[in-house]
């Protein structure tokens, strides 16, 4: 029976690739929460690009990615579905997926050799059972480290830390000469962030697979990762007292006016500092790890489709995931967002710096991470995330803290 | 007679079915789904009091639990004593009396989020208070509350009081109004204090006064959400977390229908035995009232 839906399948697409000829443009309306200045303007390019190719983009921006999802999964579940809607390159959808809510896209994968191009990380997430259920628009990098330029030469540190001791030793730096070393908002998903670096470019790459995905409970009680959690409540000796409850941007601005030296956040806060007027490698420096070798944590935001019968809303879908995923498409949509494209095939040459050093770890499969999402789901990781919160801010023994991810993880 | 009854009933069907289906029909597909295992969408399965044991084993509820209790103690106590002393000051007729009534219920007119963001500004340790008092000259002067796991609870109590107690004054100041001249008479020709007349004949004549005041705060502990969030955000860490909170980020953030239903389950039952018992009393008063 898999031939005819196959034969159907190409017969929408050849129609879809065809320019609209006087046919209505192709009606698709979009769920997505970018709505900031800089991610309306990256979703403006898609719907540009959506219109060129014969369709008519319909913005259904709802602001907070909690809030935009829950929007979609109600009308999904309440049967009054958008063509499309945004979440995360994670297990986010995997539970509609699941419910048989979604619609997938597997002709336009196969034809444009999704495989071939696509990181393993992102496929492990879009892909369930062999069928691609989701067209990935971008590639973020929750757990950069940026350095002040300002605030580095004010300690006296010439160079940026190359290795994790480094690190230390530059925050060390920075504390003596009455700066804040680590400038960090104190909110739950950013201690977060900044336990996934730890892990990842403290622990290894080994170790963080082993939490994450194996979610094995001898090496989170082995003594490796205990010594991860202990660099990690490090690195908070390094914040200032303001620090809790502070939200990211503020953050990154310590870092612009050079009274905080090192941020560990997403590929975002670059936006902050091209509003100040910064360049990278002149008034901040960026890294995505720690040597040529460094992991490189993947993340970002994929569209769904979910189940319709009308054709004309299925062909919606599938030439939206085509447009998504072409290497025209993807530049234009991350230059103004300030993540990375899904493909490494593109001409990276007008994007920024940073934004060319993560292009280039992309290149290297074995520096492939997924974050911590992709591997265990939201309830998992929220639990996860409770308990870090707590060790961040109180004075709790590291073995409880070992036992209590275990049975976060365990959930 | 007969006639008339119908059409109130009527007349009142509308609203019964609302109730029935909106809240009594919420509230049993609530008990129902917290005893599956639910994540982003309803499940048929039953599984028991699981979620109910993973719930009580959780540490970050046991925290908002904690944080609950404190705060509606406090927040009670104080909005009910602040309030009922701006009442009594303003009962003194006092001159520009409009303008402080406004300026005492103004708080109120405020959002949850509004208050929450107010308060925070205003702790702020970098920014706030404390900055400005030592900027002031005061050196050592520290009030960091917000950012201490300790305290930080406290501080939403304050904002809270802050926001609540007009409310308080407002209807305590109409049931000081409302009580006869006659008697502030009599107790002055009895040479009675006046302290000694508001407490031992006023604040009983209020009685209902103050039922009504304690009802309209008690339901305001229960949903507390929106200051926590617009202050602290349930932290620092987890520290100034309430059940409210818990619950929609299960709901939503963590796509955990079954244990998100499970703690409003929880939160309900509080709510039933803490209204029960009054509810039962207020029954029997009215039975001996021969009504």
């Known amino acids: ?411 | 007679m007969k006639r008339r009854s119908l059409a109130a009933w009527g007349a009142l069907l509308p609203l019964a079915v609302i109730v029935l289906i909106g809240y009594v029909g919420t509230v049993l597909w609530t008990v129902r789904t917290s005893l599956s295992t639910s994540r982003t969408f309803p499940k048929d399965d039953f599984v028991g009091l699981q979620q109910f044991e993973r719930l009580l084993d959780n540490e970050r509820w046991q925290l908002a639990i904690h944080n609950l209790a404190v705060y509606g103690v406090l927040y009670i106590v104080a909005a009910m004593l602040l309030g009922f002393l701006l009442a009594v000051f303003i009962d003194q007729k006092v001159r520009g009396e409009g303008v402080l009534r406004t300026a005492f219920l103004y708080p109120y007119a405020m959002s949850f989020v509004a208050t929450g963001l107010v308060w925070q500004w205003v702790l702020n340790p970098d920014s706030g208070l404390q900055n400005a008092m030592q900027q002031l000259g005061w050196k050592d002067f520290s009030f960091d509350w917000i950012v201490d796991q300790d305290m930080v609870i406290y501080t939403v109590v304050i904002a809270g009081t802050w926001q609540g107690a007009g409310l308080v004054m407002a209807l305590m100041l109409a049931g000081l109004r409302g009580i006869d001249e006659e008697i502030w008479k009599a107790a002055r020709l009895d040479g009675i204090p006046t302290w000694r007349v508001y407490l031992s004949i006023v604040l009983p004549m209020l009685g209902p006064t103050l039922a009504t005041v304690f009802t309209l705060l008690a339901v305001g502990v229960v949903k507390v959400f929106d200051t926590v969030v617009a202050m602290t955000q349930g932290g620092p860490g987890t520290a100034s977390d309430v059940p409210a909170k818990f619950i929609m980020d299960h709901l939503f953030g963590r796509a955990n229908l079954a244990l998100a239903s499970a703690g409003a389950v929880m939160l309900l039952l509080t709510v039933l035995a803490l209204v029960a018992p009054l509810a039962y009393a207020r029954s029997r008063q009215k039975a001996q009232g021969g009504h």
């Not at chain 1, 480290?145 to 925050?171: M, N, R, V, Y």
């Not at chain 1, 290497?327 to 940073?354: E, H, N, Y």
């Open chain 1, 1 to 411: 029976m898999k031939f005819p839906r196959h034969a159907l399948a190409a017969a929408v697409l050849a129609s879809a690739a065809l320019p609209a000829l006087s046919q209505a443009p192709l009606k698709a309306e979009v769920i997505h929460w970018w709505t900031s200045g800089g991610e309306s303007a990256a979703a403006k390019t898609l719907a540009e690009a959506y219109k060129a190719q014969g369709g008519l983009w319909v913005d259904t921006a709802v602001a907070l990615g909690e809030q935009a999802r829950s929007v979609a999964i109600n009308r999904i579940a309440g049967g009054n579905p958008p063509t499309a809607a945004q979440f995360n390159t994670t297990q986010q959808f995997r539970d509609i997926v699941d419910q048989g809510l979604l619609n997938n896209v597997d002709a336009v994968a196969q034809r444009d050799g999704w495989d071939k191009f696509l990181p393993e990380t992102v496929l492990q997430a879009i892909k369930v059972n062999g069928h691609y259920y989701a067209a990935p628009v971008n590639i973020h990098n929750m757990t950069w480290f940026w350095f002040s330029k300002a605030a580095f030469k004010k300690a006296g540190i010439a160079e940026e830390p190359k290795t994790f001791d480094e690190l230390f030793a530059a925050l060390d730096k920075l504390k003596a000469a009455g700066l804040v070393p680590l400038a960090h908002g104190g909110q739950p998903w950013q201690d977060g962030i900044v336990f996934t670096a730890t892990l990842a470019h403290f622990g290894g790459r080994e170790l963080y697979l082993k939490v994450f995905k194996d979610r094995d409970p001898k090496a989170i009680m082995g003594e490796d990762f205990k010594k991860v959690l202990l660099a990690y409540k490090r690195l908070q000796s390094y914040t200032d007292k303001g620090s809790p409850g502070r939200n990211w941007n503020d953050a990154t601005a310590m870092l612009i006016s050079g009274r905080g030296g090192v941020q560990i956040m997403g590929d975002w806060a670059k936006g902050e500092f091209a509003q100040a007027k910064q360049e990278a490698g002149k008034d901040y420096g960026c890294a995505p790890g720690f040597g040529p070798k460094a992991p490189y944590i993947i993340q970002g935001d994929v569209m769904v489709f979910p189940k319709t019968s009308k054709p004309d809303q299925i062909k919606a879908q599938q030439l939206l995931a085509s447009v998504i995923t072409q290497p025209a498409t993807q530049v234009a949509f991350s230059m103004k967002k300030g993540s990375i494209p899904i493909r490494t095939d593109v001409d990276v040459s007008k994007m920024d710096l940073c934004a060319q050093m993560g292009v280039a770890a992309m290149k290297d499969k074995s520096r492939q991470l997924g974050n911590g999402e992709i591997y265990i789901t939201p309830d998992q990781n929220g639990a996860l995330q409770d308990v870090l919160t707590s060790y961040w801010n109180r004075n709790i023994a590291v073995e409880k803290v070992q036992k209590d991810i275990v049975s976060a993880l365990r959930n």
